[in-house]
C-alpha cells in the first residue's frame, strides 16, 4: 500500500511532461528532418547521422538570379501587398462589426466568413474564370487580388474582436481637446487597437504566404512562389534541395510566432478566440 | 468668456419613444459653473454631448456668443468635455495626456512641457508627469482629466459627473478644485449631475431637467425657497404642502389661516414651507399652528420630527442645539410668512 501511495503522484506529475514530450517531438521532427538534410552532403540507410556537412545547397539556392531567390521575392512582396491592403480594407469593416448594431449584421458577419469556409478549388476556379476576363491572370497583382479572399475574413474577425473591447469615447475625448479626424486615428485609434492590427497583418502575411492552389490558377503557372516552387522540387528534386526549400519556407511562421506570443498582450488574441 | 444658447434643441434617438431632449431652450451664461441636475435618463448627457459637437440635433441650434455653431465639427468648437469615467489615453504617460490638446492645437514642445509642469503644479500632483495612467488612483485621474481638458483654454468646459466615482473626502477636494480653476480661469463651465448637493455647491446656476425638458433653471437658493412646482421642491428636500386657497390677502388652509408675503392671483394653490423654516414657538405673533410631536429622528446635527395637526402633518427639522421637545409633547408652531410658498396643485 505505501508503496502504491508512493508512486501514483509520480506518475501524475510525469504524465503531463511526457504527453508534452511527445507532442513536441511530433511537431518538430520533421524539422530537424529538414535540418539534417539541408546540410548533408552524403547520407546513406544504415547511418544515423551523415557523413559529411556541407552549405553547397544554400550557396546554391540563394546564388543572384536563381529561380529560389525570385520564388522567395515574389512571396515577401505578394505577402506584404496583401498583408497591407487587407488591414485597410479590413480596418474599417471591422470597426462597424465590433461597434455598432445594426440590422443584417450576422448576415455580413456570415458572409464574410464564406470564403473562409467553401473548398479553395471551388473559390480559385470561379475566381480564376473572372480574372481571365479582366486580365487579372499570370502576374503578381493579380495573385495579390486572389490572396485577399482567403485572407480578408481572418483579418477582419481578429480586428473585430479587438474592437469589441474597445471604448469609442477615447476618440470623442480626443476630438473635443481639438484633434481632426486623421490626428484621432494616428494617436488615439491606432495606438490603442496596434496589438490587433499586428497579429491581424501577421495572419495576412502568413496565409497569403501559403498560397498554393491560388497562386498557381491565377497567376496560370508564370507568378512563382515559394509554394509552387516548393511542390514541383518535391516531387523531383534531391533531398537536400528540398529540405532547404521547406527550411525557408517554415521560416517566416516560426519567426512570427516566437514574436507574437514574446511580445503582443494576451487580450490581442481575443479576435482569435472567436474564430 | 462664452455664453452659450441652446435654442429649440430636441434630439430624438432612432429606436427611442420619447426624444432624449425635447423643445429645450437654455441662456448659458458666461464665465459661470451652471449645473444641468436631473435623475438619468432626463437627457442632461445628451445636451453635454450636443453642445460638444458629439451628437447631431434632430431640431434646434447651439449658439456662442450668438453664433450658431451646428456646422463647425467638435474639434474647432473650443468646447472640451471631461467625461464621466476620465478617460485617460493609457498609452500615454501622464504629461502627454495632459499635453495632448496643445500638441493638437500644433504648439510647439517646449512651450506644451512648460505648461503641463504649470498644470501639474496646479492640480498638486507634480511628480505623476512620468507615469501612466493606471498607476494613478482614481480621484488622481480626475483631476489629470481635468487638467487635460483647462491646458487648452476652453470656450466652454463641459464635465459629465466629475464627483461620482469619488468617494466622500476625494468628492469635496475635487468639487473644491473645480470651483477654484473656475474662478481663476473664468471659464463657462456646464456641469452633468445627478446628485442634488454636487449642483448646489459647485453650480452657480442650476437647470433641473426632467423628461428632455428643464423644469426650472434659476440659483440654488430660488430652486430651494422657489421652487416652480411640486416635483422642483420635492427634489430640492420640499416635504410639506398643504392644499388652500389664496384669495389675495389670507391663505385658507384644512389646517389654518395664514398670512403670507406672496404675490399671485387668487385660485386653488399648495402652501409649502421647507422643514427648516418651521419653528417652535409658545406665543407667535401670527400664523400659529397647533399639534402633537408624533415621531422624531437624530440626524447628528439636526433633529427631525413630525408634528401630527388635526387635519395634516408637518415635517420640521430642528438644529440640535436648540431641540427641546420630546414625543408626545403639545407644540405650538409658528409660520414665518416670508417663508410660506405657494406652488400651484
Redo the contacts between chains.
Sequence with gaps: MAERHGRTPKLKTIMPYAALGLIGLVLTAPLIAFLLNAFARQWFFPQLLPETWTFDAWGRLFSAGSEFTQALGNSTLIATVVALISLMLGLPAARALGLYRFRGKRLLEFLLLLPAVVPPLAVSMGLTVNFLRWGLTGNWIGVAVAHLVPVLPYVVLVLSGTFATYDISHEQQARTLGAKPLAVFLYITLPMIFPGVVVAGLFAFLISWSQYLLTLLVGSGRVITLPILLFSSASGSNNTTIAVQALMFTAPTLLLLIFTSRVLARNALTGLVRL | MTQVSLSQIRKQYPAALHPAVNQLSLEIPSGKITALLGASGSGKTTLL?II???LPVTEGDVLFDGQSVMSM?????????V?Q?H?L???MTIEQNIG??LK??GINTGIIRQRVADMLALIQLPDVGKRRPHQLSGGQQQRVALA??LI?EPRVL?LDEPLSNLDAHLRDEMRDLIRQVQQTFQITTIVVTHDQQDAVVLADLIALMRDGQVEQFATPDVLFTRPSNERVARFFGGVNFIPGYWDGYLMQTEVGTFQTSIQVPPGQVLLTIRPEHVKFCDSPSSNPLHGIVEMQQFMGTHWRCLVCLPANSLKITVHATTMQVRVGDAVTLYLPPEHLWTIPP
Design positions: 454631448k460638444a459637437g458629439l465639427p467638435t474639434e474647432q468648437r473650443g468646447a472640451v468635455m467625461f469615467n478617460l489615453f493609457p498609452h495632448f490638446g493638437m492645437h487635460r481638458a487648452v463641459l
